[in-house]
């Protein structure tokens, strides 16, 4: 497709929007909700941070909770994505519920790292502590000295060790944990790296360092409390000066777009092809066009 030089065009990150494990868990929760017809399924936070997925599956009646003592004994209860502590799990048991979970496959394996630990070796995991994912790893790690860096400056908070196992959250930036990880084996000699970040959240981050350049605006579909929506977006202000999220096709208005004719488009591994299609859908009724030729948002990958 030949455009004119004038044309506004628009440029979508490939891949993005849903990674493996989230189709997982939602298509986890839809079998469990059908199998369980007309019964509440309690969910332990959010299944994924997304408040459009959320919302839908509150029409599916589920409901949101913080703890298991918000649930009856013997209830319907989903556990999401981001995974849970050893004793959630042991209580839910100990309570009867009827129960699934949900954990992304690459977070189980984190956890189980974190439990064949030994006791005696140092545990240094890099994430943010009150992220779901970084607090349901703490709840199976067996070390008794446990270090939890959220930035590269807090190496310097680091007490001296000779050895010490090396974990990180699966949705961290790839060039930081990398970073991280040389340091730790300058200071640490004995260092065990089982450091991972998920290969979905890895593409679409290459994807966004790889757009950014080519636009005059670039956009990040997902929700602020989207872990990996917001290294996106961090990622994409550092190539684009015009960076930011919008949640919907709504927030897509001319003073956003200003004077912008090349604009790149990419979406956490939380949000829908819904979301994305209407974001797209704005644009153009703005006369935007694929840059690609295409119609509809792209698959994510």
Excluded at 246 to 269: F, K, M, P, Q, Y
């Amino acid at each position: 497709m030949i455009m004119a030089p004038d044309a506004k065009r628009l440029f979508l990150a490939e891949p993005l929007g849903f990674c493996g494990g989230v189709r997982r868990a939602l298509e986890m929760f839809e079998t469990f909700a059908a199998e369980h017809p007309g019964v509440t399924v309690y969910v332990l936070h959010e299944l994924v941070h997304n408040s459009t997925v959320t919302d839908s599956m509150r029409r599916r009646n589920a409901v949101f909770v913080d703890s298991l003592d918000d649930v009856p004994d013997g209830a319907c209860i989903l556990f999401g994505a981001h995974g849970i502590s050893a004793s959630i799990e042991e209580e839910a048991r100990r309570r009867n519920l009827v129960y699934c979970d949900s954990v992304c496959p690459l977070v189980l394996k984190l956890q189980r790292n974190a439990a064949d630990s030994p006791e005696d070796l140092p545990l240094i995991l890099f994430g943010d502590a009150q992220h779901p994912e970084v607090r349901s790893v703490l709840g199976w790690a067996r070390s008794r000295q446990v270090h939890v860096l959220s930035e590269l400056k807090d190496i310097d908070s680091l007490p001296s060790m000779r050895k010490a196992l090396f974990l990180c959250q699966t949705t961290r930036n790839q060039e930081q944990v990398r970073s991280l990880s040389e340091l730790l084996k300058e200071r640490i000699p004995g260092l065990v790296d089982k450091s991972k970040v998920c290969d979905a959240v890895s593409r679409r981050q290459n994807a966004v360092a790889e757009l950014s350049p080519l636009c005059d605006l670039m956009l990040v579909v997902g929700s602020p409390h989207s872990s990996n929506g917001r290294r996106l977006l961090a990622i994409a202000r550092e190539k684009c000066r015009r960076s930011a999220m919008v949640e919907n096709g709504g927030e897509i208005t001319e003073d956003l777009v200003g004077a912008a004719r090349n604009v790149g488009i990419s979406a956490a591994t939380s949000t829908p092809d819904s979301a994305i299609g209407a974001v797209v859908a704005k644009f153009e009724s703005f006369g935007f066009v694929r840059a690609d030729g295409e119609k509809g948002p792209c698959h994510a990958g």
